[in-house]
């Protein structure tokens, strides 16, 4: 009898243990950028699966970076910028992509593939990219803006945003002194704070999340910021000009991965499968007019879409950012004194 006991307490434990990870298998755990996916995606992605996804958001890589390293929570899909993906990888805290698994992974183009921070393409999918340049309001700015320079001038005080990313702007500064975006030494960046020192005194505005704002309510009439925010800018009005700074312009690629803790990876292939379905990543595109790497997906979009000049810029002086290690420390330090000191 106790035997009997034993063997129905058993199935009853197991039986608990089936519906726990029937439950946990229903449910995906992402996390992502802000204001990135839209919400009709993520609502279709449920209605065909049952998954449910819980999107929890970052509003810097560097923060991301900080909260993977940590541990804590275990998140099924990631959403990191490329110089995060690659410290990521190299902490090994990335989980390889089963691309049995991906049936319209067929649909990147090769251009954005096997690219510095994932060489042998192992760990992540490209999701969307952008580049970093400067929009123009040409009914109030009459001189020709050709780069950084001709932006941080004392006759655009008070007239300019930015995105509010310490990197970002160091590494303009760097480039207009010639120097490479990546090359983040203490002796550069001496090299890159007199240049900042001035620049702080003329931005007016810090946003990261929707720089566009300040520009389309009047508040400035300059701005260095996300080639999406610029292309949204283009198609309520195109006097908004996208220009990619002839010092150099960074081009970033946002990813989707599965971090080594995920415990639902059958539907994190599963999310990055439907992101990379032509109709959805349309979805994507018309939301977020970033640079699409899904080429069949650019096939649905239309002419004017394909047009817009901040999408789809002309082929500048291009750079990808890489992992610098714990130099972003200093870079915080050096552009938060400098703007404590305006």
Do not use: C
């Not at 197991?14 to 996390?31: D, H, M, P, Q, S």
């Amino acid at each position: 009898m106790k035997t009997l006991h034993r063997i129905l307490a058993l199935v009853a434990l197991l039986g608990a243990l089936v519906g726990t990870l029937r439950a946990a298998n229903k449910e995906l755990n992402l996390f992502a950028w802000s204001e990135y996916i839209p919400q009709e995606v993520i609502d279709g992605f449920t209605k065909e699966t049952g998954v449910k996804v819980n999107y929890e958001t970052f509003a810097s890589g560097e923060e991301m970076l900080s909260k993977m390293l940590a541990g804590g929570t275990a998140y099924d899909i990631i959403q990191p910028p490329d110089y995060v993906a690659e410290a990521l990888i190299r902490a090994s805290l990335l989980a390889p992509i089963d691309y049995a698994k991906l049936s319209n992974f067929k649909n990147i183009l090769p251009e954005f593939l096997k690219m510095p921070h994932d060489p042998t393409q192992e760990y992540t999918v490209p999701y969307m990219t952008g580049t970093v340049g400067i929009v123009v309001n040409t009914e109030k700015v009459k001189e020709p803006i050709h780069g950084f320079k001709d932006v941080f001038t004392p006759a655009h005080a008070n007239r300019i945003v930015v995105v509010n990313d310490n990197r970002e702007i160091v590494s303009w500064a760097l480039q207009t002194l010639g120097i490479e975006a990546n090359d983040l030494t203490p002796e550069n960046l001496e090299k890159a704070k007199p240049v900042l020192a001035e620049w702080v005194k003329l931005i007016k505005v810090y946003d990261s999340d929707s720089p566009k704002t300040a520009l389309l309510n009047g508040e400035v009439d300059l701005g260095v910021v996300w080639s999406g925010e610029a292309a949204l800018l283009y198609k309520e009005n195109p006097k908004f000009q996208y220009v990619l700074p002839v010092e150099g312009a960074h081009q970033f690629v946002d990813l989707l991965a599965i971090p080594q803790q995920s415990k639902n990876r059958l539907a994190a292939h599963q999310f990055i499968d439907y992101i990379l379905r032509p109709e959805v990543s349309k979805k994507i595109s018309e939301a977020f007019p970033y640079t699409n790497p899904n080429g069949e997906a650019r096939k649905l979009l239309t002419d004017a879409e394909r047009g817009n000049p901040a999408s789809y810029p002309p082929v500048g002086k291009l750079g990808t950012f890489r992992h610098i290690g714990k130099i972003s420390q200093a870079i915080d330090a050096l552009m938060t004194d400098l703007k404590n000191a305006r």
